[in-house]
């Protein structure tokens, strides 16, 4: 017999308490301890077997994962190059930002190549995924469509289809009969990821699990359910906008800095192979406070266009907004600007902007950066023609050198730029002749040599 006690759980991070607590001791979090009823088993003692003993890692034969192709050059690179069997992959992302839509397109493309692909779906029915297969023409007799939330009938699906690839949309709407709370819990969330991560390990099957976001942007629900999964996958992007970029957060069979771009169009996400064609398209060169700098996403070189805007102010505490940009490193640019080279931000908003939605990381961006706020403050447009800027910023007003920036300027020869303003410790590893490289080696010399 089962002994029945009732405990209070936190939505946010999982605490239990076997009380009510107005604040979680474990996330800090106000009203969020739910009432839930645990059920106990008395089991016996369990004899473990002692199949496995310990070996050299030496004399352990390690093995190539075998992937499936998923029809998608872009998911493919983000994955590492393909879906590997027996793997659990969860992606994240606003609402309405585009997963089902990539996710039918990828289950369509995997059920013509290889055999039976089941999509399970708790948010719509059948006959709303059947109204968006036809649009996106993923119509293939392989693609198995099921509404359904029961954990237990989901299994029962899987054993008598058979599939070799399954996707669950979305891991919050499911449930599991012996647990007494809500779907979207912490307790159910839990229990009925084991159980896919149990299906798809035994099963040697991919499972694909899609997961709703916090309105802060983080993926809701325990932090467990990413210690979980082998891949994290996160949808960015503005629904206003037509481009979005898929981006690894986590990939136990593969690197986590590469990203995938693409673009929502009528029949679908299409994959952009040359996103810095398309982040450059409606660039002008001749604006004061733009510069095109160059950034490294995983192996790919991608150039971007960042915007500057310093407006003087008469507000007590000056406005700092900075949209695709660590607002930390906007900071620290503002600084080095100040003391180096005596230019007076206190009195002025600024405003920064990376254009297409991009969001960078690092400090590739820096010296374009700079660049760009001294041309929007001076009231003066960089006189390089259509000039590539890449380069560190050292607190001392120093530019410091970068990675892979041949790659770089490669890519800027490829888009017909003219001339690359680098860092002077850069140069050994530059033998571009068809643009003209400008290299400097302090932020006052840049500046010098660009205005």
Same mark, same amino acid.
């Given at each position: ?243 979005? =970029?898929?981006? &690894?957060?986590?990939? *136990? ?7 995938? @771009?693409? #673009?929502?169009?009528?029949? $679908? ?123 560190? =910023?050292?607190? &001392?007003?120093?530019? *410091? ?7 770089? @300027?490669? #890519?800027?020869?490829?888009? $017909? ?35």
């Amino acid at each position: 017999m089962g002994k029945s006690k009732t405990f209070f759980s936190c939505q946010e991070c999982g605490y239990e308490s076997p009380k009510w607590l107005g604040k979680c001791p474990g996330c800090g979090t106000w009203n969020s301890m739910v009432e839930e009823e645990k059920v106990e088993t008395f089991k016996r003692a369990v004899t473990i077997s002692a199949g496995n003993t310990p070996r050299s890692i030496v004399n352990i034969k390690s093995g190539e994962y075998e992937r499936l192709d998923t029809g998608i050059a872009e998911l493919n690179r983000v994955l590492g190059g393909g879906l590997v069997r027996g793997s659990l992959t969860l992606i994240s992302g606003d609402p309405g930002i585009g997963k089902s839509t990539l996710l039918l397109q990828t289950a369509n493309n995997i059920a013509n190549k290889f055999g039976k692909v089941l999509y399970v779906s708790g948010e719509e029915s059948e006959e709303q995924i059947k109204m968006r297969g036809d649009r996106l023409e993923a119509v293939s007799p392989e693609l198995y469509i099921v509404s359904e939330t029961n954990v237990e009938l989901i299994e029962k699906h899987i054993n008598d289809i058979e599939p070799i690839f399954v996707i669950v949309d979305s891991i919050q709407t499911l449930y599991k009969s012996s647990i007494t709370s809500a779907p979207g819990s912490v307790s159910q969330v839990r229990e009925c990821s084991n159980d896919l991560m149990r299906m798809s390990k035994t099963r040697n099957v991919p499972f694909f699990i899609v997961a709703h976001v916090t309105k802060q942007g983080e993926l809701a629900g325990p932090r467990v359910l990413e210690h979980m999964v082998d891949t994290v996958l996160h949808f960015e992007g503005e629904r206003t906008q037509d481009f979005r =970029v898929l981006r &690894t957060v986590k990939n *136990r069979f593969g690197t986590t800095s590469e990203i995938g @771009v693409f #673009e929502m169009q009528q029949q $679908g996400l299409v994959e952009i192979s040359d996103p810095s064609r398309v982040f450059l398209e409606e660039t002008s060169f001749k604006q004061e406070g733009a510069a095109v700098i160059g950034i490294m996403e995983g192996t790919r070189p991608i150039l971007v266009e960042i915007q500057a805007l310093v407006s003087e102010t008469k507000a007590v505490m000056p406005r700092r907004t900075a949209v695709g940009v660590d607002s930390s490193r906007l900071n620290l640019i503002l600084a080095v600007l100040e003391k180096k080279l005596r230019i007076p931000f206190y009195n002025c908003d600024v405003y920064v902007n990376v254009v297409g939605g991009l969001n960078i990381d690092g400090t590739y961006a820096d010296l374009g950066l700079a660049l760009a706020l001294v041309s929007s403050v001076k009231g003066k447009e960089i006189n390089l023609e259509k000039a590539l800027i890449i380069g560190e =910023v050292g607190l &001392t007003g120093e530019v *410091r050198p970068i990675s892979y920036c041949d790659r770089l @300027v490669n #890519e800027g020869n490829k888009m $017909g730029f003219k001339n690359v303003v680098i860092p002077y410790r850069n140069k050994e590893k530059i033998q571009s002749k068809d643009c003209n490289v400008v290299l400097v080696s302090s932020l006052r010399e840049a500046i010098n040599k660009v205005f």
